[in-house]
């Protein structure tokens, strides 16, 4: 009788497969639809969500650490890399650190490399780098300031490069990028073992009392654009391991009778500070710069939400028009994307909204979702 019952439970298990999936603790494989420039990641609290902005729906999730800051794509890999710090009793015990490989069909984590558990779980982006095609930079703090080189041809934990007072890992030329407390921008070269070859640094540039820059940069044609507390923008590349540097110009513009596209006076504002989690987008192809405002407050202020998202063209270097949120909203990260006809994405009080970013037109708003844009092509 018992043996008749199992074989029935069988048969009728299999008749039910042949026709639904299963419902499964880690959930179903599903293959993701078709990406392209218009895609980004909206990372959240141990969940990277992989959005069409053009459609508005999310086509699949990375399983992240509670700890990993950012992911970094590499499309032509097919894979997207995070790295994230785990303990063993959840949220205690043993730290293993790890730098994780996505599938981009399944958003499946189909590698994974354990590197020294330094790695530093804040921040932004800049905290991991895809650096010459073939290596993962992951930013450490313990509090020495290092990084990790993950091979990814070998999957393998290479060296540690110790970088101190420097933050961030940009790839450029034959290495990375950081920011650095003297004042410059510091340059490490890496050879094909992913070994350092060679150290520069740029000139002053700012001053880390006065006006530091954010620790958080964005891509341009050319290098990468830093931007300070206080608004003043520059760019820095890197040609045979020298660095250059841009004059720089603000987005507080001198006291002018002159009036924006909507405008609103081109007045001296003093008062307004840029702020957010990922403060500023760029695309230069379209020449547009959007940043993340908000009123009053010093330099300790420079995480707070913003009420507004100012949007200038890179060529005037002037604003070209505000867009002012509801009074119970505020923006916390702004992304562009990197195409030739580009979208601005907002995270809004729990929402993304999708614009046109030459105008600030509203596209549509995605609800019920919330976190740090990321560009999945072209960043």
Known sequence: MAMRLITAILVLTSAATASAQWDTVLGDALDMPETGPHWVSVRGRGIAYLLDADTGKVGGTLDISNFTPAVRPAMTRDRIYAYGSFYSRGTYGDRTDVVIGFDTATTLPVEEVEIPPKAAGIGNPGMIGLINEQFIGV???????????????????????STPNCAGIYPADRGFISSCADGTVQYVGLNENGEETSRSSSEVFFDLF??????????????????????????????????????????????TDATDRNRMPLSNDDDWRLGGNQAYALNSKAE?????????????????????????????????????????????????TQDENPLLLLAVSGTIQVREPVTGRLIRTIEDLSGTIQNLYGD
Do not use: C, K
């Open 288 to 336: 547009v710069l959007a940043v993340v405002m908000h009123q009053g407050g010093g330099q300790e202020s420079f995480e707070d939400s913003g009420t507004e998202v100012w949007v200038f063209s890179t060529r005037s270097q002037r604003r070209g028009y505000r867009i002012t949120l509801e009074d119970d909203e505020t923006v916390t990260s702004v992304q562009m």
């Open 210 to 255: 006065e006006d530091p820059v954010l620790d958080y940069a964005v891509p341009s044609d050319d290098g990468w654009v830093f931007m300070t507390m206080n608004g003043r923008v520059h760019e820095a590349a890197v040609e045979n391991g020298q660095i250059s540097i841009s004059d720089g110009w603000s987005i507080n513009p001198p006291d």
């Open 139 to 161: 930013w450490n703090i313990t509090p020495a300031i290092s990084v990790s080189i993950v091979d990814l041809d070998s999957s393998e934990f290479v060296t540690e490069i």
